[in-house]
């Protein structure tokens, strides 16, 4: 058993042929700026290569090798099966819930499949399938008089004097007739109603008749197909031994956890579980329940499956704690309090089952998926995470490290790429790389512990020791205020919301941006949050940032361009004429995988680089169109410098901390932060032509994802806005930010 993964010459990215071990069993935190080449170790090289392995051991090494990528790195010898828990990838499937992601719909079934009665959807009458030996002892049990009673139903056209006929021909003599038990030869056929009841025995009930007892509630199970009507003096008790509403004359699916799934037997027929119709509206039939009528006819103490589901983590862990416990759910419910209780460490209590995965934010997604693993029982696995604390409160962030030292404790290795100061000093190793982005970077230049770290002189150990702090509030005070939510947000200073999360910061944010799009004394609202970018393959950075729309017309202009007859339109992306029509000018191919995630391939047409072949060989300032989306900000500013309008675009993406992005990275690799300062670059360029006074910027979060060092760049432009006449509305968890905002908004859990 090796005790190291050892990395050679690893060359992703920016990585300068680095060399590292990374010891099992151990948390090591991995640190450094935006585009340090953290990332590019973490995913790009360790879990890559994690992932191609175990697909080459599942579809075979020839089928394997055309798909992923081998990364660029010399070796990496003993590494263990890896999983990454990232921020960025593929969405979840369209019928992937909360319950389904944090694999809690199967216990949920299995245990309402347990404690839960079925019901007739048409007359909603309790179904409760007995077996034969549990009505006998229940009979016996009553004692007395007995008379049991098989009901048949006469169907269509059969005509009742051959009925009766058969009736005695079966060895039965009485009918119960309007209340009145008859002898069939005394009956006139056209007495008959659709539905007769055959008087199969009549028994007086003691202990020395189980025998007979249990001969004649076959028998009538028998003439009844499955219901036995018994008649103790006037009292009747009606048993099914098979799910069947007697009363509707209605068979129902059996009560087992499959027919809770709408993926399975209880999916809706007409939707076939997706809740939507053909067209995409609400199904007419399940009204976009997903399940069958017998499914969701189903009751737990009043309660159906799909109410079950619309509850939050904490309302089903009270629901869950308070339900009955029997040595047939009893460790259902353990199991599902336990998973119940990881959801709430991660804080996650406030999502609703049913929630769709896919509109979760992505930090959310992470934790649900951390969850689910810690969840689990796994060993012996490496997982590599995305900053997982970010977006939380200080609470809720050691809970996130409890949970990875659970991680870690159980036999796993884990590798996390963060910044927050407290899971740094949770490591048992830190290794930081750097020293800047892009160019700048791809080295270590810190691996050690963490009170090493203290002590070094590298910016991320100045930053975590607290001896470089962002700068002071410049206490400017409120040129007015508007009545949000029944609290007077100030105009022209900076002001942040601050509390736990749920304490209702965003939603008074969302308010807020309501509220001020119809105040006069504010000309134009820029609300950036980490929804703002369009999640599709096919847009990126330098197309959401508006800077390709300067480039494809500079491109368009050159000879090479012109001669071929090219406009600025063939160097779209979004439009027929140049792109590569394979992968419609992503560059990428979506596969969809059984057992992982969908993953995106390079296009095989055009080899990841988006458009035709004549295309690219079109060239401006020595670099083809694929070229300038490979580059990031940092790199093309001093190539690019010189064109006012480009290097504004480019400037301000290195301002809020995006140098380091490829320009061509896919919208849907974008992790939540990226997402929101790409927004907020886009304003800033356009602020920056045309003046910030009027502005009002709302910022949710606005330091998540950045480093110290970026976060610090990210206020002295903000404060340069602030300045010049921007008002500024955030929330954030981050103390250096609460201690430079003008005004602190503090939020209490409601
Ligand atoms: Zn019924
Ligand atoms: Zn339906
Ligand atoms: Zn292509």
């Known amino acids: 058993m090796p005790v190291m993964i050892r990395i050679r010459g690893a060359r992703e990215n920016n990585l300068r042929g680095i060399d590292l071990d990374l010891r099992l069993g151990e948390l090591t935190v991995l640190v450094g700026p935006s585009g340090s080449g953290k990332s590019s170790l973490a995913f790009d090289t360790l879990h890559a290569e994690g992932q191609r392995r175990y697909l080459e051991a599942l579809v075979g090494r020839d089928r394997a090798a055309g798909s992923l990528r081998r990364p660029n790195v010399d070796a990496v010898e003993g590494l263990p099966p890896t999983i990454g828990l990232d921020q960025r990838g593929a969405g979840p499937s369209a019928r992937s819930t909360v319950a389904t992601a944090a694999d809690l719909a199967p216990l949920l079934r299995v245990w309402f499949a347990r404690a839960g009665t079925l019901h007739c959807p048409e007359c909603m009458r309790a179904i409760e399938p007995r077996g034969h030996d549990e009505i006998v002892a229940e009979l016996l049990e009553l004692g007395g008089r007995l008379e049991l009673d098989g009901p048949v139903i006469r169907r269509g056209t059969a005509d009742p004097e051959a009925f009766l006929e058969e009736v005695v021909g079966s060895g039965f003599s009485r009918v119960r007739l309007d209340g009145e038990v008859r002898r069939i030869e005394e009956i006139k056929a056209h007495q008959l109603g659709d539905r007769v009841r055959i008087v199969v025995d009549r028994i007086r009930l003691s202990n020395d008749k189980r025998a007979r007892l249990q001969d004649a509630v076959r028998t009538t199970a028998r003439v009844g197909r499955g219901v036995v009507i018994a008649r103790v003096g006037e009292q009747e008790r009606t048993y099914v031994d098979r799910p069947y509403c007697a009363d509707c004359d209605r068979t129902l699916s059996a009560l087992e956890p499959e027919l809770l799934s709408w993926f399975g037997a209880g999916a809706c027929r007409l939707c076939q579980g997706r809740g939507v119709d053909a067209e995409g509206a609400t199904c007419s039939d399940c009204d976009g329940e997903r399940l069958s009528e017998d499914a969701r006819a189903v009751r737990y103490q009043g309660i159906g499956f799909v109410d079950l589901l619309r509850r939050r983590v904490a309302a089903l862990s009270a629901f869950s704690g308070a339900a009955e416990r029997t040595h047939v759910t009893t460790?259902?419910?353990?199991?599902?309090?336990?998973?119940?209780?990881?959801?709430?460490?991660?804080?996650?209590?406030?999502?609703?089952?049913?929630?769709?995965?896919?509109?979760?934010?992505?930090?959310?997604?992470q934790r649900l998926r951390l969850a689910r693993h810690a969840g689990g029982a796994l060993a012996g696995v490496v997982y590599v995470v995305d900053e997982p604390a970010a977006s939380l409160d200080d609470a809720e962030v050691q809970r996130v490290i409890r949970l990875l030292r659970r991680l870690v404790e159980a036999g796993n290795t884990v590798v996390v790429v963060e910044h927050h100061p407290a899971v740094i000093r949770a490591a048992d190793r830190v290794i930081e790389f750097g020293p800047g982005a892009g160019q700048r970077g791809g080295e270590v230049i810190f691996d050690g512990?963490?009170?090493?770290?203290?002590a070094a002189d590298t910016s991320t150990a100045l930053w975590t020791s607290g001896r470089s702090r962002l700068p002071e509030s410049k206490g400017r005070s409120a040129d007015g205020l508007v009545k949000v939510d029944g609290h007077g947000l100030p105009l022209g200073c900076v002001l942040v919301a601050t509390g736990p999360n749920g304490s209702g910061k965003s939603r008074l944010l969302e308010?807020?941006?309501?509220?001020?799009?119809?105040?006069?004394?504010?000309?134009?609202?820029?609300?950036?949050?980490?929804?703002?970018?369009?999640?599709?393959?096919?847009?990126?950075?330098?197309t959401y940032s508006g800077l390709w729309d300067v480039m494809r017309p500079l491109l368009a202009a050159t000879r090479e361009a012109r001669i071929r007859g090219f406009t600025a339109?063939?160097?779209?992306?979004?439009?027929?004429?140049?792109?590569?029509?394979?992968?419609?000018?992503?560059?990428?191919?979506?596969?969809?995988?059984?057992?992982?995630?969908?993953?995106?391939?390079?296009?095989?047409?055009?080899?990841?680089?988006?458009?035709?072949?004549?295309?690219?060989d079109v060239r401006w300032k020595g670099l083809s169109a694929d070229e300038l989306l490979q580059g990031c900000a940092s790199d093309l500013l001093p190539i690019l410098a010189g064109h006012p309008h480009l290097e504004n675009h480019l400037r301000a993406l290195v301002d809020v901390g995006l140098g380091y992005l490829p320009l061509g990275q896919p919208g849907h690799t974008l992790s939540g932060g990226e997402a929101q300062r790409l927004k907020l670059a886009r304003e800033l360029a356009r602020a920056v032509k045309r003046g910030a006074e009027g502005t009002l910027l709302v910022l949710d979060d606005p330091s998540v994802g950045l480093h110290p060092v970026d976060t610090e760049v990210l206020v002295r432009l903000l404060d340069r806005l602030a300045d010049s006449g921007a008002t500024v509305w955030m929330a954030s968890h981050h103390r250096g930010l609460v201690d430079w905002a003008d005004v602190e908004l503090p939020l209490t859990r409601r």
Request: glycine share 8%; proline share 4%.
């Open 331 to 365: 460790p259902i419910l353990d199991e599902l309090d336990r998973r119940l209780a990881i959801l709430g460490e991660v804080g996650l209590s406030h999502l609703a089952l049913d929630q769709a995965a896919g509109q979760l934010s992505a930090g959310e997604r």
């Open 449 to 454: 512990s963490v009170d090493a770290l203290l």
């Open 511 to 542: 308010l807020a941006v309501a509220v001020a799009k119809e105040d006069t004394r504010i000309s134009r609202v820029v609300h950036a949050d980490q929804r703002s970018v369009p999640r599709s393959p096919r847009s990126n950075a330098a």
């Open 569 to 616: 339109s063939s160097f779209s992306v979004n439009a027929k004429g140049g792109r590569c029509e394979s992968c419609k000018g992503s560059g990428l191919r979506r596969v969809q995988l059984k057992l992982l995630p969908d993953v995106f391939l390079r296009c095989p047409v055009c080899d990841g680089r988006r458009f035709a072949a004549d295309v690219l």
